[in-house]
């Protein structure tokens, strides 16, 4: 059973950073591609971020870029958010996705894990 | 970037009719590139369809996508109770960033 468990949130102030992270099992984490996904409170789905399954290629929203990094060690079958100079407006609940085995789109996602920006 | 707009906003129905959700793209895409998705409250997002017309593995016929071009639309042919959601739009792997409509929220009537 495929599985995406995200863990590292909570509140932090303006301009701090945090470092969430997604532990996945049930496939072979190495051959898929990965993305961050966030929705802010009764808000929906906005795209973050996406990594290759050898990080050769990453792309970001703009929203993100120059502030947020995506990272991945595919023998700890674990993903990564690397959040800096974070604002109110990043706060959100972030899942991890996995991309389809067929076809362009996210197949498998994680629960969630809430990140507030708040002093 | 493309942007996708979805229609209606909010979709007042009874159960065992039939739903029709639209999404329109700012530009042209490949429908390969066009998935839908389902999400209930407190819920992580389903996947329902990709490449704008396949369903994913255990999505019930009663869904069933189609469109191409700039124009998508996601038809729920009976509404059941658990159909109640909200429904996004993707475009994903075409040309970043990749995008989600805002939403279409279909509630019971």
């Known amino acids: 059973e495929v599985q995406l468990v995200e863990s590292g949130g909570g509140l932090v102030q303006p301009g701090g950073s945090l470092r969430l992270s997604c532990a996945a099992s049930?496939?072979?984490?190495?051959?898929?591609?990965m993305n961050w996904v966030r929705q802010a409170p009764g808000k929906g789905l906005e795209w973050v971020s996406y990594?290759?399954?050898?990080?050769?290629?990453?792309y970001y929203a703009d929203s993100v870029k120059g502030r947020f990094t995506i990272s991945r060690d595919n023998a700890k079958n674990s993903l990564y958010l690397q959040m800096n100079s974070l604002r109110a407006e990043d706060t959100a609940v972030y899942s991890c996705?996995?991309?389809?085995?067929?076809?362009?789109?996210?197949?498998?996602w994680g629960q969630g894990i809430l990140v507030t920006v708040s002093s | 970037e493309i942007v996708l707009t979805q229609s209606p906003g909010t979709l007042s129905l009874s159960p065992g009719e039939r739903a029709t959700l639209s999404c329109r793209a700012s530009?042209?895409?490949?429908?390969?590139?066009l998935a839908w998705y389902q999400q209930k409250p407190g819920q992580a997002p389903r996947l329902l369809i990709y490449?704008?017309?396949s369903r994913a593995t255990g999505i019930p016929d009663r869904f069933s996508g189609s469109g191409s071009g700039t124009d998508f639309t996601l038809t729920i042919s009976r509404l059941e109770p658990e159909d109640f959601a909200v429904y996004y739009c993707?475009?994903?792997?075409?040309?970043?960033?990749?995008?989600f409509g805002q939403g279409t929220k279909v509630e019971i009537k």
């Open positions: 490449g704008a017309s």
């Open positions: 996705a996995r991309e389809c085995a067929e076809g362009w789109c996210m197949a498998y």
């Open positions: 049930g496939f072979t984490f190495s051959s898929y591609s």
């Open positions: 530009q042209i895409f490949s429908s390969s590139y």
């Open positions: 993707q475009q994903y792997g075409s040309s970043p960033p990749w995008t």
């Open positions: 990594i290759s399954s050898s990080s050769s290629t990453v």
